[in-house]
C-alpha cells in the first residue's frame, strides 16, 4: 500500500513514519506539508492511502479533497474529534485522533490492507469491460464532492445523471444533487465512454441506470433513469446512442 502523510506539523509526520514503519505492506512515497503541495504529490504519485491532517493553515483537509480530480482511501489524523462526524459523513475510511494510539493503528492498517485487496480483486475481474486508458475515470473511481459545507465521496457508478447548471453541474446520487464547479465539456473527456453518454448539451446520463427507452419526436428518445428522471435524447445523439447499443 502506497501512502502519503499530510500535515503542518513536522513532529506528528516524523511520528506517524516511525509508527508505519513496523508495517511491511505499508510503503511512504511522500510528505507534504499543506494542501497545495499535497494536491500535486497526490496527483503525481496516485497513492493508495492518504494520512490527513484537517485543521492546516489556509487550507483544510477538506479543501485538499475538493482540489483532487480522484481520492484514494483517507484515515484523517487530528487532535480535534469535533470533526469526526462530518468525516464519516463524507465516507472517509477512518479517523484516529492524535496522540496516535499504535493499537488503534493496527486495527486501522489491517482493516485497510483487507478492504484493498478485495478492491483490487474487483479491479482486475473488471479490466476486461473497463477502458484501459489512464487519463479516464472507470466506474469503480471515487471522486471527491463537495456542495458548501457538504461533502461526499462517490463512486462515478453510483452517480446516475450530470446536469449543466451555468457554470456548475448538478450531480445526481443517492437522494442528493450537489452542484460542483465543473464545465459539462470538461466531465465529459474523462469519464469513460463504455459507461457515460452525452445525451445534450446539458446531460450526461450513465448508461447502468437506465431503465426504459422510449421513441420521441422528430426521431429523438426519451431515457428514463432510476431514479425518476427523464432526459430527452436529440435526434442526432440517438442515431449515436442507437449506435452504442446495437448488436
Not at 493553515?57 to 474529534?81: N, Q, R, S, W
Not at 485487496?117 to 472507470?138: F, H, M, Q, V
Not at 422528430?218 to 446495437?246: C, P, T
Request: aromatic share 10%; proline share 3%; glycine share 4%.
Amino acid at each position: 500500500m502506497r501512502a502519503i502523510i499530510v500535515d503542518d506539523e513536522r513532529l506528528a509526520r516524523k511520528e506517524l513514519n516511525s509508527l508505519l514503519e513496523e508495517y511491511n505492506d505499508i510503503e511512504i512515497v511522500a510528505e507534504a506539508s499543506n494542501a497545495d503541495e499535497a494536491a500535486d504529490v497526490i496527483e503525481s504519485l496516485n497513492p493508495d492511502v492518504l494520512f490527513l491532517d484537517i485543521q492546516m493553515p489556509e487550507k483544510t483537509g477538506f479543501d485538499l479533497l475538493e482540489m483532487l480530480t480522484t481520492v484514494p482511501k483517507v484515515i484523517f489524523t487530528t487532535a480535534y474529534d469535533d470533526f469526526a462526524l462530518k468525516a464519516f459523513e463524507i465516507n472517509a475510511f477512518d479517523y484516529l485522533l492524535k496522540p496516535i494510539d499504535p493499537k488503534r493503528l493496527e486495527e486501522t492498517v489491517k482493516k485497510l490492507s483487507d478492504y484493498l485487496a478485495k478492491e483490487e480483486k474487483g479491479k482486475s475481474e473488471n479490466k476486461k469491460t473497463e477502458s484501459n486508458e489512464t487519463d479516464k475515470l472507470l466506474g469503480t473511481d471515487q471522486v471527491f464532492v463537495k456542495d458548501g459545507e457538504k461533502c461526499w465521496f462517490v463512486k462515478l457508478a453510483d452517480i446516475r445523471l450530470f446536469e449543466s447548471d451555468g457554470n456548475y453541474v448538478k450531480v445526481y446520487f443517492d437522494t442528493f444533487r450537489p452542484l460542483i464547479h465543473r464545465s459539462l465539456n470538461a466531465l465529459d473527456e474523462r469519464l469513460d465512454d463504455k459507461m457515460f453518454f452525452r445525451a445534450s448539451r446539458k446531460y450526461i446520463i450513465n448508461l447502468k441506470w437506465i431503465e426504459k427507452i422510449e421513441p420521441w419526436f422528430n426521431g429523438g428518445l426519451m431515457v428514463s433513469l432510476k431514479g425518476g428522471q427523464k432526459i430527452e435524447i436529440s435526434r442526432r445523439q440517438a442515431a449515436k446512442f442507437k449506435d452504442k447499443l446495437s448488436l
